[in-house]
């Protein structure tokens, strides 16, 4: 028995119509499955919570875009006893493309199908507040989540995804955020241990994958399965210089220039002067003065092909 949970509002409505799809294949080859679509925000991890908790299931396959993996990774009861597939439609596939997982729905069915290989993957885990959000791709402080906020509230990405030109509202709504935005002071903290002072900062990320925000490589050298977090903080330089750094974070060359400064650690504490939008995969979480950021002792088994 394969377990779906679907976002059938995945990428204006693609997410319905990827699973009639999905699903006539399983019927036609005679495959037992049961599927949950999700109604609301966060349904998904509710759905996941009672799945792999009263229910014991096992394996669960997700069928939507990096929010809706953010959803049942938040739900999921033991990563250590769980498998996850995953089906993207998103219109960014920030994870997928981190995990070089197939983009093509049917070609991922049948990986999921018939699985060859497995990765055991990092979950990242952010603390604010008594507050506990987990994260599969990256959690930012600042700008990028600025960014995140105003997708969900922007009919931008609505009309461009009808276009096939989702990625192109991340990169819309970036220009407008930085723009607008004040930078503020902030002090990260690496393994309780060293402590750094950055004064105008635009954003802090703590990364688990290579890309955020529909492709930006902002931790060309981050790794999900190696147990450390790769932190991202751009600091003192001019809007301007950022705007021509932007384009450069698509291939990972920005690392190059001064002001952007990269480091690996088990765990990251930021404070900033003043409240700062947040998000975990890009779904906002209320702005903070304090993120605390780490890794679950756990892995989790995620089918690759």
């Known amino acids: 028995m394969y377990t779906f949970i679907v976002n059938p509002n995945a990428r204006t409505g693609l997410g319905l119509k990827t699973w009639k799809i999905l699903e006539h294949i399983l019927k036609e080859r005679g495959i037992s499955y049961q599927v949950f679509f999700t109604k609301y925000q966060k349904h998904a991890t509710k759905i996941t919570k009672k799945l792999t908790g009263e229910l014991g299931h096992r394996t669960v396959i997700a069928v939507g875009g990096d929010g809706t993996i953010n959803e049942v990774i938040n739900g999921i009861a033991?990563?250590?006893?769980t498998t996850l597939g995953y089906i993207p439609i998103g219109s960014?596939?920030?994870?997928a493309r981190g995990m070089g997982l197939s983009t093509d729905p049917v070609n991922a069915l049948e990986h999921i199908l018939f699985p060859t290989r497995f990765a055991y993957v990092n979950i990242g885990v952010l603390n604010c507040q008594n507050e506990k959000h987990r994260f599969a791709v990256s959690s930012g402080?600042?700008?990028?989540?600025?960014?995140?906020?105003?997708?969900?509230?922007?009919?931008?990405?609505?009309?461009l995804n009808r276009l096939h030109l989702g990625?192109?509202?991340?990169?819309?709504?970036?220009?407008?955020q930085l723009l607008s935005m004040t930078p503020r002071?902030?002090?990260?903290?690496?393994?309780?241990?060293?402590q750094i002072i950055f004064d105008k900062v635009y954003f802090a990320a703590?990364?688990?994958?290579?890309?955020e925000g529909g492709g930006f490589k902002f931790c060309p050298k981050a790794d999900p399965s190696d147990d450390m977090l790769d932190i991202i903080v751009v600091a003192g330089l001019s809007k301007l210089k950022i705007l021509t750094l932007l384009?450069?974070?698509?291939?990972?060359w920005h690392t190059r220039f001064k002001g952007v400064y990269i480091y690996r650690c088990r765990e990251a504490a930021f404070q900033s002067e003043r409240p700062l939008p947040v998000h975990t995969d890009g779904e906002p979480v209320f702005p903070k003065r304090q993120l605390n950021l780490s890794l679950e002792e756990e892995h989790l088994r995620l089918i690759l092909s």
């Open 78 to 81: 033991d990563l250590s006893v």
């Open 167 to 176: 990625k192109l509202s991340y990169a819309c709504v970036a220009i407008q």
């Open 206 to 211: 703590a990364m688990n994958q290579k890309v």
């Open 92 to 95: 960014s596939n920030d994870f």
């Open 185 to 194: 002071q902030m002090t990260l903290v690496l393994d309780h241990d060293r």
């Open 141 to 159: 402080f600042g700008f990028d989540a600025g960014v995140c906020r105003q997708i969900m509230v922007s009919n931008l990405k609505k009309v």
């Open 247 to 252: 384009p450069t974070a698509f291939p990972g």
